[in-house]
């Protein structure tokens, strides 16, 4: 079936540590999001990506790295920079045009040690 | 800027009871999408309706039915004879463009048997 595949699901670091979350799609959707979401919070975007080999930054992309190699790919790296990195992080894709929804994943939950 | 509040953080109700989350947004553009999403304890987001700005019919799906006021930038969600399935976090969200999307906060819905 198509979907977006978020691993891991639970990640455990130790601070200083960067760590990469994966998200995968299979929807050959050519935009991909990574959100943020804390408790009372919503969702923060981090950082998007409309095409291969482009990405921009979100409203919260401090402290956070991603790339864009491949359509189905878009890794986030949560780096030793981000000073409050625990949270739960959600992937999402799109199809380009302008008024399709988003599609998710089941989320990466990273706590810090 | 475009911005979307959801004022309810917490609703609690007993099975069978009509409910209504809502959701006010400002933007300053005449063209934008409205989103609700479903959140359930697993994590993963379910998009649950997409509204463009330019049709203000109400639509019902079942059980749920929206209401959709641009006099009062209002996209309203009801949920007639909520079960205990409905317990989740719902998210309104507003698009604009080839923009990302812009989430409220959310309004944890609990249904109590």
């Known amino acids: 079936d198509g979907g977006i595949t978020q691993s891991p699901k639970y990640l455990f670091r130790k601070e200083g540590q960067n760590v990469t979350l994966s998200c995968e799609q299979n929807l050959n959707h050519d935009a991909m999001y990574w959100y943020r979401q804390d408790p009372g919070q919503g969702l923060r975007l981090i950082y998007y990506s409309q095409i291969v080999n482009d990405f921009q930054k979100g409203d919260i992309a401090e402290g956070y790295s991603v790339s864009r190699e491949k359509k189905e790919s878009f890794p986030l790296t949560v780096t030793s920079a981000q000073k409050n990195p625990t949270a739960f992080y959600l992937c999402?894709?799109?199809?380009?045009?302008?008024?399709?929804?988003?599609?998710f994943g089941e989320g990466s939950r990273l706590t810090v040690l | 800027a475009q911005k979307v509040t959801q004022a309810q953080t917490e609703i609690s109700v007993v099975e069978k009871e009509d409910v209504t989350l809502d959701c006010v947004y400002e933007?300053?553009?005449?063209?934008?999408?409205l989103f609700w999403y479903k959140q359930p304890p697993s994590g993963e987001l379910v998009f649950l309706i997409r509204?463009?700005?330019?049709?203000?019919q109400n639509e019902i799906s079942g059980r749920y039915s929206w209401n959709f006021q641009k006099s009062t930038s209002s996209f309203n969600f009801t949920i007639t004879a909520s079960q205990v399935v409905d317990s989740a976090v719902y998210f309104c969200a507003l698009r604009k463009g080839y923009s990302t999307l812009t989430f409220g906060k959310g309004t944890m819905l609990l249904v109590s048997p």
């Open positions: 999402a894709s799109s199809s380009s045009g302008w008024d399709g929804e988003l599609f």
């Open positions: 933007t300053r553009d005449t063209t934008y999408y």
């Open positions: 509204r463009n700005s330019f049709d203000e």
